[in-house]
């Protein structure tokens, strides 16, 4: 049976329909008309941009702002497709400074919704009014700017109309696509206003100082005092913003906003750099909170990716990642311990948390590391210490896993270092007092330190702590080492995949590195041999299996990182003193001076806080004094 074919004919579409399908890519709901519509008011020099919604944005958006405007007899131009004023030629493209350059926005919008345009120049007799559906064109009122009106959105395409959720979810959809470009461009005001009520109002902050202000306002003022200042360069990368300590870490990751040469951008390469920061301070799956703003050439980013823009790609992503990684873990390696002792911080960091002056004092600290200041104040940076430090951790190391038993005693308490105990003897009460994390006076119940300093009472975890200080003691030692390996006097053998064969042959460097060796005996079976010395006691098999399995995964380079600090957390782990161990006051000032100056102290290798700041005015108000 042989079907009849029918040949099809070859039609160009209609203008109309042509635009209703791009109009897809761009406006997919609400947020993304209020999105373009916020942006052009952006591109316009807009300083006020007022949103009022009606239905969550389905029956009605509209945009004003007091821009530059548009010439009347331009108006029906800027809603022709691939139609802008922004850029002319392919150099412009490849150096776009403003947000629109694709001019299709308004094209698109107009083929599915019922739209307008009003708008007025400086030195115009008047505004005009353009309907998009009959191109007629009016004289009206309004003060120099304009004001975009978007009405019942899809009406002409009902099955897109049918994608839309409901009338609250588009609302907050709208109201994040505002605080985007909000935490983007703080000297803009913006009010978002829904069914006649305002909803959101951001005022002007002008001015360096008025960052903090609109991220307080926009996200909280617990986001500013949670988090710390960042300012760093990395090759051609300058990352500015806010990222949150590990505390602030959320649930869900609706905190993480990305700029890139002040667009919002969702995009991997920043994202993991992020989240990489973190590795060694969050728990499972909490998410960190932050605003970043990278800036960087714009030859070396593709903003012309998406019809959104949402997207970019990168010229060289390790550069950013990198960035990334490198800007935000700076930041958060510094004690917080140090932050209070080197800034004004008062004792009421805990008692109001959030408050005005704190605003200000919270950043200074971090960003002073950019112009290398850590060393001038001798802290952890220093290379003194740095030296120190590593002739420390191979003593600890030595005495954790490789010595005789004798010795693990000894350097499990604190005082292996005999200058930290004779200074903590030797100190005045008012010297102590400038200690951040002040002087040990108490032990209790044999898992918690208590110390007194300017603030009030400090309560510290003392295994959390000191295994922090022992890993991170370990990561250091490891720069210059490698880790130390012991044979199997049996070679653990098991089946295994051609995968896994594959990657221990192409990776036996790396696994070298690791302190593993691993060869093939057949064609179908694996041997371990050798294994790190810390985890001889362990399963080699199902070592040798899940670093494999990484391995395949990823590049090497960051397995090699990831597994060593596992590997290391590990030892720490069972380095670290246990509880219940009775310590004298001066090694409990010992370790609490360790902890000073120790990177990443505040959090345990698990991400749980490792110190607690109680003040005397939480104390009063335990003991209702003064009221
Ligand atoms: N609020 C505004 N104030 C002043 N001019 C505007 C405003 N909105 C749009 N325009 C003018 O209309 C033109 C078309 O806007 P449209 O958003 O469609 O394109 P675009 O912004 O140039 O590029 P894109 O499609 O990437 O957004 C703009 O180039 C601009 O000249
Ligand atoms: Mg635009």
Redesign the pocket.
């Known amino acids: 049976m042989s079907q009849v074919q029918i040949l099809p004919t070859i039609r160009e579409l209609p203008d109309v329909l042509i635009s209703q399908i791009a109009a897809g890519e761009?406006v997919e709901r609400p947020a993304s008309v209020v999105r373009?519509?916020v942006?052009?008011?952006l591109?316009?020099g807009?300083r006020q941009i007022t949103l009022r919604l009606l239905g969550g944005g389905i029956r009605l958006i509209s945009?004003e702002?007091d821009?530059?405007?548009?010439p009347a007899d331009?108006l029906p131009?800027?809603?022709k497709r691939h139609?802008?004023?922004?850029?002319v030629s392919l150099e412009d493209l490849e150096s776009v400074a403003?947000?629109?350059?694709?001019?299709?926005?308004?094209?698109?919008?107009n083929s599915v919704s019922d739209m307008s345009?009003l708008?007025r120049i400086e030195g115009a007799s008047s505004a005009f009014l353009l309907e998009g559906q009959t191109g007629e064109i009016r004289p009206a009122a309004r003060a120099v700017?304009?004001t975009?009106e978007v009405k019942e959105l899809f009406f002409s395409t009902p099955a897109r109309r049918h994608f839309l959720k409901s009338e609250n979810t588009e609302l907050a959809h709208c109201i994040e696509a505002v605080r985007r470009h909000a935490l983007a461009r703080p000297e803009v005001g913006f009010a978002i206003w829904h069914e006649g009520k305002i909803v959101e109002q951001w005022r002007s902050q002008p001015g360096e100082a008025g960052w903090n202000q609109r991220l307080a306002d926009v996200l909280g003022e617990d986001f500013v005092a949670s988090s710390v200042n960042i300012d760093f360069r990395s090759g051609p990368v300058h990352v500015r913003g806010r990222a949150g300590t590990p505390d602030a870490a959320r649930a869900r990751a609706d905190q993480q906003f990305a700029y890139v040469n002040g667009r919002f951008v969702r995009d991997k390469v920043i994202t993991h750099g992020a989240r990489s920061a973190y590795e060694d301070v969050l728990h499972g799956q909490r998410q960190p909170v932050y605003v970043l703003y990278l800036q960087m050439d714009p030859a070396r980013v593709d903003v012309n990716v998406h019809p959104t823009?949402i997207e970019v790609r990168f010229r060289d992503s390790r550069e950013v990642h990198q960035a990334m990684r490198h800007a935000i873990e700076s930041a958060l390696a510094v004690p917080r311990a140090q932050l209070l002792s080197s800034t004004q911080l008062s004792a009421d960091r805990t008692a109001d948390s959030g408050s005005a002056n704190q605003l200000q004092v919270t950043p200074s600290a971090p960003s002073q590391q950019v112009q290398g200041g850590w060393s001038q104040r001798g802290m952890p940076f220093d290379t003194q210490r740095r030296a120190e430090d590593s002739a420390q951790a191979l003593a600890d190391l030595k005495a954790l896993w490789g010595g005789p038993p004798k010795v693990a005693e000894q350097t499990a308490s604190f005082t292996s270092t005999p200058q930290l105990s004779s200074i903590t003897s030797d100190t005045s009460p008012q010297e102590a007092q400038e200690w951040p994390l002040g002087r040990a006076i108490a032990q209790l119940q044999g898992v918690f330190i208590l110390a007194e300093n300017k603030q009030g009472l400090v309560v510290v975890d003392m295994h959390a702590a000191h295994e922090r200080i022992v890993y991170e003691r370990l990561k250091l030692q490891l720069d210059t080492t490698q880790i130390s390996s012991q044979p199997l006097l049996i070679p653990s053998a098991f089946a295994a995949t051609p995968q896994e064969i594959a990657t221990a042959e192409s990776c036996a460097e790396v696994l070298a590195q690791l302190g593993l060796e691993i060869s093939s005996l057949s064609a179908k079976t694996l041997a371990v041999r050798a294994v790190p010395t810390s985890l001889a006691q362990g399963d080699a098999v199902e070592l040798a299996r899940s670093v494999l399995a990484e391995l395949a995964q990823h590049d090497a380079a960051t397995v090699v990182q990831r597994a060593q600090n596992e590997i290391l957390a590990t030892m720490a782990c069972h380095g670290a003193v246990r509880a219940n161990r009775k310590l004298t006051l001066d090694e409990m000032n010992a370790l609490l001076r360790q902890m000073e100056a120790t990177e990443r102290s505040d959090q345990c290798n698990h991400g749980r806080p490792t110190w607690r700041q109680v003040s005397m005015r939480e104390l009063d108000a335990l003991f209702l004094r003064g009221r």
Do not use: P
Request: net charge negative; proline share 0%.
């Open positions: 761009v373009e519509l942006d052009n008011a591109d316009a807009a945009v702002d821009g530059c405007g548009i331009q131009i800027a809603l139609a802008t004023s922004k850029i403003t947000m629109g350059f694709r001019g299709e926005a308004l094209a698109a919008m345009l708008s700017g304009t975009v823009k």
